[in-house]
């Protein structure tokens, strides 16, 4: 989809969001992770990690990546790709951060 026909939701500010946690938000059916780095680094998947769908909110959150709390697969932030030789993607969002405010792209 083009960023330029994104429909950007306020979701909360970047300091609602411990930095190596995540908040959730709802969209219809679908709950999306929304995740905060050390550095302030914001990002957002679909909270199912696509191993066994365990909840990636519940996650440890290092080094770009988030740890899914049922069997530890490390899932990229940036992309929702599986990591090492696990295989597998969640759907990621954009999103942006402006003058605090969390903007997450629909």
Partial sequence: MNVQSQNWVAIGQV?????????????GDMTIAVF??????????????????GPLSQGIVHDGCVTCPLHNWVISLETGTAQGADEGQTASFPIKVEDGTVLLGL
Avoid at 15 to 27: A, F, L
Avoid at 36 to 52: G, I, Q
């Fill in 36 to 53: 905060r780095t050390t550095d302030d680094r914001v990002f957002a998947l679909e909270d199912k990690c696509p191993h066994k769908n």
């Fill in 15 to 27: 300091t609602d969001i411990p930095r190596q946690g995540s908040r959730c938000v709802k969209n």
